[in-house]
């Protein structure tokens, strides 16, 4: 059903241009008609695929009016300050929800409305439209390298410290998945695979996005710090800083503020290859989804394993994976063979809407996991854990992004570069040597022609 109900929304994403605006957005500002427009129509919108949902699964139709709830965290975190910092629109709806529920009594009629899985399902699927292998290909084979060693990397050692603290197999995965993909879109995916409580879910939100904002400051104060001691190469330092805080720093728009700080006098190549990177990250939120729902369709009830097969895969694999699959792959191929209007453009109208419709489920799905949490299951000893294997992990997290930066970008990228650049100029210079023989040779002929086949001989 979540998939079902999710095609009308990539549709719509998929003929955004034939919108008035590219379709609906959420705007900076409601001081103008057209911006209570826009907020009516994305309101309209997911509040018609709602009822459907609801009328086809026999839920309750009551309460679904909350979304408007969801607008205004999503209001909220376009306010250009706010933006700035990193605070993404699930915070505030968090925020939001916990301030309902723990300062007022949730009326009756109020409680059908929380479906937080159901709405993060939808927005999963949505979020699969804005996955483009185009942005694999920006990176070129160095970025890709460095995206699969470090989420490896950083993936197994987060499991590992949360583990060994006692945190639960399925918040392990999702802290995993968090700080070694991109944070809040990256818990999500992996949440709803993993079976995270919703409370869990909610705080390890929380936590990325607070960290967030200490990071955006200290990255570039270490790059600028740091990666000179090394190399004195100007080039080479923005990119080596533009690949390590794309790595590390886990959301998107706290890559953009924090890599715009990096190394600026020097120019943009250190944003642009911090977002690239983060970019092609963000590619693999649903490879790593997949292999967890892989590895978890093979465990029986209490933990024990059980023979694979396809049976059993698919009766325990997610579905809506699939459709998030689906979409990633519909949509990167309507990119690549030109069939969206603005295929050459960096940003696409289509992808945008997609983010639009992702972003306001995950805002719904978070006020209503604020509505069901009480403050005090936040601060429990088991959260408090879950915290220290955070930031452990983000600390190896950058150590290990710093190596793999230098590595790739430092050491192995400039060696290529040099051996084309050398292969370009021994290739230039037989060109030349070439001509400057052809030349040569019709001289002499030339001179020889006055004297006839002698002067040829």
């Known amino acids: 059903m979540v998939v079902i109900v999710s095609i009308p929304l990539l549709l719509l994403a998929a003929f955004a241009c034939a919108l008035p605006g590219g379709g609906p957005s959420v705007p900076s500002t409601l001081s103008t008609l057209g911006a209570w427009g826009?907020?009516?129509?994305?309101?309209?919108?997911?509040?018609?695929?709602?009822?459907v949902g609801n009328k086809l699964l026999g839920r309750p139709?009551?309460?679904?009016?909350?979304?408007?709830v969801a607008l205004l965290?999503?209001?909220?975190?376009?306010?250009?300050?706010?933006?700035?910092y990193g605070f993404e629109a699930v915070f505030f709806s968090v925020i939001f929800g916990l301030i309902i529920r723990n300062c007022f009594r949730i009326p009756e009629w109020l409680k059908p409305a929380i479906q937080g899985e159901f709405f993060i399902k939808i927005g999963v699927v949505c979020l699969g439209a804005t996955i483009l292998f185009r942005d694999v290909m920006k990176s070129g084979s160095v970025g890709l390298v460095q995206a699969l060693i470090v989420v490896c990397i950083v993936w197994f050692f987060a499991y590992f410290i949360a583990r060994r603290l006692k945190v639960d197999r399925a918040t392990a995965m999702t802290l995993s998945s968090g700080v070694s993909i991109c944070?809040?879109?990256?818990?999500?995916?992996?949440?709803?695979?993993?079976?995270?409580?919703?409370?869990?879910?909610s705080y390890i939100v929380s936590v990325v996005l607070i960290i967030v904002v200490p990071m955006i400051y200290l990255m570039p104060w270490l790059a600028e710090t740091i990666i000179p001691l090394i190399t004195s190469d100007p080039v080479v330092q923005q990119?080596?800083?533009?690949?390590?805080i794309g790595g590390t720093i886990d959301t998107t728009s706290g890559v953009a503020a924090s890599s715009e700080m990096a190394f600026s006098a020097h120019g943009?190549?250190?944003n642009k290859?911090?977002?690239?990177?983060?970019?092609?990250?963000?590619?693999l939120i649903g490879v790593v989804a997949f292999f967890i729902a892989l590895y978890l369709s093979t465990k029986g009830e209490g933990g024990e394993s059980r023979r694979p097969s396809l049976g059993i895969v698919w009766e325990k694999f997610p579905k809506f994976i699939l459709g998030f699959v689906a979409?990633?792959?519909v949509f990167s191929l309507c990119q690549s063979n030109g069939i969206f209007p603005d295929a050459a453009e960096s940003k696409l109208a289509e992808t945008s809407l997609a983010k639009t419709f992702s972003t306001f489920f995950f805002s719904l799905a978070f006020v209503c996991i604020g509505l069901d949490t009480r403050l005090k299951d936040i601060v429990s000893k088991e959260n408090r854990n879950a915290l220290y294997a955070f930031l452990g992990a983000q600390c190896f997290n950058i150590v290990a992004t710093f190596a793999v930066a230098w590595l790739l970008f430092g050491v192995v990228k400039p060696a290529l570069s040099s051996d084309e650049g050398a292969a370009d100029n021994a290739a230039v210079s037989v060109e030349l040597k070439a001509d400057a023989l052809r030349i040569t040779g019709d001289m002499t002929t030339r001179q020889a022609e006055p004297f006839g086949d002698l002067g040829r001989n």
């Open 239 to 244: 990119e080596i800083a533009g690949a390590w």
């Open 268 to 270: 943009d190549l250190a």
């Open 73 to 84: 965290a999503q209001w909220v975190a376009k306010i250009d300050t706010i933006k700035y």
């Open 61 to 68: 139709l009551r309460g679904l009016l909350v979304s408007f």
């Open 273 to 283: 290859t911090a977002v690239i990177v983060k970019a092609t990250q963000n590619v």
């Open 327 to 329: 979409a990633s792959l």
């Open 183 to 201: 944070g809040v879109s990256a818990c999500i995916t992996a949440a709803r695979v993993a079976g995270t409580d919703d409370r869990k879910l």
């Open 38 to 51: 826009n907020i009516g129509v994305l309101f309209a919108i997911a509040l018609a695929i709602l009822f």
